[in-house]
Structure formats: structure tokens, C-alpha cells
């Protein structure tokens, strides 16, 4: 009888597998989740700039939206970042759950409480709470008349962040999204290994600062709109 042989070269997995295997495995889903947050925070970035046409009145604000809203790239850009904020939000999770179920005890237990800091300790419900924040921001900016969004976006949010509940609640959610951020973008740069004992203070240190102007710079709008009589009425 014939001995049935081993082929003598083990055929890698298929791409596809390789890909599962990586966001299977605890450190693939850290890097993906990092990666998806620092492209998210270039995002945010040039999402504030455009914002800070709100300051200069409707002309200036809706010449910028509708010069936007005409880009024929656009539409492939939202479907980037819609799958960035999807993946972010979905490995964040998981690998949340992961951990959660394999240390029942809780966190307290295993590690000194002096490493970890309130944005470290609150990411989790900072980030739910910017989850809730977009579907009410899409739901009143984005999901609107493409008509109003490329003419007249100016108004819809001056009149939606002159109420103050309406304000109040985007100046907390800014206020998570800074805590999100002084945890969140260090934590990337760490799991994707900029990391050295020269730079990792400095880089701590831009991290904070990074939060806090993305915090007040967003914050500050429905400050201006709601609190400080912003815009012509
Ligand atoms: C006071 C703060 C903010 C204001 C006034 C503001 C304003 C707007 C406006 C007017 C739009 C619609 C743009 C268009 O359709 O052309 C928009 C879209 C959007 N905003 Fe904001 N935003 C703010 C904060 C944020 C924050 C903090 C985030 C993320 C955490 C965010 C995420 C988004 C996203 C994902 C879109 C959809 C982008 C697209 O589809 O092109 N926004 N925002």
C-alpha cells in the first residue's frame, strides 16, 4: 500500500485568512482600532477647520459647504469615513468584551491605579457617548435636504445650536470627546510603537493638547451660537 505523502511546501492561508486571523488576534484588533482613530483624527481636524467658517457668517460658512457638497470626491470620502468610524467602534468593542469576560474581577484588581488616568479609565463611555452624539448630529446636519446642505446649511445650524438644551448637550459631548482623545491618541501612538523614553513624555504632552483644542474648538460653536448671541438673527 502507498504511504500517502505530505506535500513538501505547507500552502500559506488565503489572503482573506490572514486578514480574519490579524483582527482575530488581540494585538491585530489594537493596531486596526488605532489606525482607524488617528485617520478619524485627521478627520476631526479638518472637520473643525471647515467649522470655523460658522464664525465669519452664512456667506463665508455656505460657500464652504456647497464647494463641498459639488466635490464629486466627496461621496467616496463619506464611505471611507463611515468605515472608519465602523470599524474603530465594532474591534474597540469586541476586544472590550474580550477582556471584559477573560477578567471578571475588573481592572482594579490587576493593575496599579496610579498608570491610569480619567480618559484611560472613562474611554469606553466617553466613546458611547460620541457614538450617540453622531446619530443626533447626522440625524440634524447631514441627513437633510441636499438642496439645504449645499445653499442654506448655515441656517439649519445656527437655528439647531441656538437651543440651549441643544448646545448643552454638544458642549458635553465635546467635553467626551476630549477625554476620548487625551487617552485615545497617545494609546495609538503607543500600540503603533512611537514609543521611546526621549519622546514619549513630548508626545503625552501633544496628545493633551491635541484633546483639549479639539475639545474647546468644537465646544466653542454652540458656545457662540447659543450662550454669546453668535451669528445675525
Ligand atoms: C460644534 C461642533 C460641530 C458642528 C457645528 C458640526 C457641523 C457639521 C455639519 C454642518 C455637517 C454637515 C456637512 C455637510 O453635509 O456638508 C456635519 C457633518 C458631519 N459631522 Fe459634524 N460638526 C460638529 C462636530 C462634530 C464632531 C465632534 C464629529 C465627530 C466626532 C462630527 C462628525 C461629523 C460627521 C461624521 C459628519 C458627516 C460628514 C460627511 O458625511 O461628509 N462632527 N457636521
Redesign the pocket.
Known sequence: MQATQEPAVKSCPPCECRVVQFLESSIGKKITVALAGLLLSFF?IT?LAG?LF?FFGAKAFDGY?GM??RNPL?PAA?VG?LALFLIHIALALRARLINAAARPVGYAAYEGKGARTLGSRTIAVSGLL?LA??II??KS??FIPHET?END?YRV?AET?RQPLYAAF?VVA?LG?GLHLSHGVQSALQTLGVNHPRYTPALKVLGLAFALLIALG?AS??VYFAFLNGGAR
Open positions: 476631526l472637520h467649522n460658522l459647504a463641498l457638497e466627496i463619506e469615513l460620541i452624539f453622531l448630529h447626522l446636519f447631514r446642505r446649511l445650524v445650536l454638544y465635546m470627546l468644537f460653536i454652540p
